[in-house]
C-alpha cells in the first residue's frame, strides 16, 4: 500500500514556463513533507520541506503547497530551466525520528 | 551543515561474496540511520532503520541475516550485504535525521552506493 504517491511518472515542460510537480498521501499521521531532486546514482538532494502548520513554503524558484485536506502537495518551480531536468521525489514522515518515505518519482524534463 | 559519508560510492563484487557499506556522519551525531535500496525506475524503499547500540530494525521483506546493519558508534552505521546474489544489485542510500529534543530538523543523505554482483 502506497502512502505516497506521485502519479506522474513524467512531466516535460518548455524552459521559462511553469513546472508543477504533484505528489498525493494517505497517512493522516505525517506533518512534515519533503522534496527532493535525484540525479542517476546519485543520493537525493533536498530542495524544499513544508511542515503541516503551513499551507505554503516558498525558496527562491521553487514553491511547495500543502492541502491537508485534500492529503495532497504540490511543487512549483518558475521559471523552469533545463538544468532542472531530474527525477523529483515526494517524501514525507511523521512527528519525531521516522523515516522517510518516498512516492515513486516524477522524471521532469525542461526543454530549452 | 550536517554530512553523511558514503563509500563506496560503487562497488562490482562476484556472486556469493559480502560487500560492506559505510555511512558516517561527519560533523554531528548520528543516533538513527535509515537504510533504503532503490531499483531502476523505482521508488527509494526503506529496508531498516539502525540505532545506536541496538539492534536494527528491518522492513518486512528484508531479510535481516542477509543484510547486516551496525551501528557501533554515533557517527558511524555499515550495512553489508552478505552473499551477495545479482538480484541483490541496486542502489543503497543511507540516510540521517537530525533531531533535536524531538524535533524533527530534516533529513541528510549519503550519495549512494551503486552494487552490481555478477
Known amino acids: 500500500d502506497q502512502q505516497v504517491k506521485q502519479n506522474s511518472p513524467s512531466l516535460s515542460v518548455q524552459e521559462g514556463r511553469i513546472s508543477i510537480l504533484n505528489c498525493d498521501y494517505t497517512n493522516s499521521m505525517f506533518d512534515y513533507f519533503l522534496w527532493y531532486k535525484k540525479y542517476p546514482a546519485e543520493g537525493p538532494t533536498f530542495l524544499i520541506s513544508i511542515s503541516s502548520i503551513k499551507d505554503k513554503n516558498e525558496d527562491g524558484r521553487f514553491t511547495v503547497f500543502l492541502n491537508k485536506s485534500a492529503k495532497h502537495l504540490s511543487l512549483h518551480i518558475v521559471p523552469s530551466q533545463p538544468g532542472d531536468s531530474a527525477v523529483y521525489f515526494c517524501?514525507?514522515?511523521?512527528?519525531?525520528?521516522?523515516?522517510?518515505?518516498f512516492g515513486k518519482g516524477t522524471r521532469l524534463s525542461v526543454i530549452a | 551543515g550536517a554530512v553523511v559519508s558514503q563509500h563506496p560510492s560503487w562497488v562490482i563484487c562476484k556472486s556469493g561474496t559480502s560487500v560492506k557499506i559505510e555511512c558516517r556522519s561527519l560533523d554531528f551525531q548520528a543516533t538513527t540511520m535509515f537504510w533504503y535500496r532503490q531499483f531502476p525506475k523505482q521508488s527509494l524503499m526503506l529496508m531498516a532503520t539502525?540505532?545506536?547500540?541496538?539492534?536494527?530494525?528491518?522492513e518486512q521483506g528484508v531479510e535481516k541475516d542477509k543484510f547486516l546493519i551496525n551501528h557501533a558508534s554515533l557517527t558511524l552505521s555499515t550495512l553489508t550485504v552478505t552473499s551477495a546474489h545479482p538480484e541483490d544489485s541496486s542502489f543503497y542510500i543511507c540516510s540521517a535525521s537530525l533531531v533535536r529534543s524531538g524535533a524533527n530538523y530534516g533529513y541528510t543523505f549519503g550519495s549512494g552506493t551503486r552494487l552490481t554482483v555478477v
Open positions: 517524501a514525507a514522515s511523521a512527528s519525531g525520528n521516522t523515516p522517510l518515505v
Open positions: 539502525s540505532n545506536e547500540g541496538s539492534k536494527a530494525t528491518y
